[in-house]
């Protein structure tokens, strides 16, 4: 399996896109390597984890062709995590020759909402019929593209069930768990009780060093720690699993040399723009 790291900042992006800080105006000042986009991941070029409003950066960027991509998990409706009104681009006269007719979506119930508000006035009807909209909510299991998938429930907002997900494909796990604070008990003995044993975990890094999160909806190292003995505890990681973090906030000074030593120093590889990993 294989993941690609399009964009690794938390909602603001990183320099914040209203932002003036010391950090904004620092990463500023060497774009090319500091920057992070909205929070997006590829897998093996056909299964997209969320889709924030930088997606089409991403495109340019890294050079993906996104008529490819066969399935989107949506975690959650946060505006860095879904624009759904670029779906009305996916056919008639604006996308020809795309490599794949349907795009499958899956999401929660609000992600439903906010798809069908977001669609709503310019969503043509032979644009629809590209794509097919699955709701799923924590505790569930799916496939997806030919991926075995798992939702997950993401401590994140009361708000909806922002979900998190295991994805599986010939005996390669990913956990992919944004955005998130420290998970509830059942999240562990959901996986363990399955047998799920995670070869790749993407953990919520928000607060990175920082102040912990006032409300709990994301995390920092030290919960990336608690977290990682959790999986440990549980018997849902090997011995050899590698643990990378991403969605980093500007207020935590999130420059690519700084953030690599931290996350090194407690065992952990900080994702950036672009990073890809085999595993
Ligand atoms: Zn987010
Ligand atoms: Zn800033
Ligand atoms: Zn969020």
Known sequence: MKIQYLGTAAAEGFPA???????CRAARADLVRERRTRSQA????KLLIDFPPDTYLHALAFGIDLSAVRALLVTHSHTDHFYAQEFVNRG?????EMKEPLLELYGNAEVRAVFEEGTRRELREDVAQGLRFHTVSSFSAFSAAGYDVLALPAAHTPKEDA????VTREGRTLLYMNDTGLPREEFYTFLAERGVRADLVSMDCTQADGEPSSSGRHMGFAENEVVREKLVKYGIVKADTKYYVTHFSHSNAPFR??????ARARGFIAAYDGLTVEF
């Open 42 to 45: 590829l897998i093996d070029g």
């Open 257 to 262: 040399d700084r953030i690599r030593e931290a």
């Open 163 to 166: 979900l998190l997900y295991a």
């Open 92 to 96: 008639y006269k604006f996308a020809r």
């Open 17 to 23: 896109v209203f932002c003036n800080c010391a950090h």
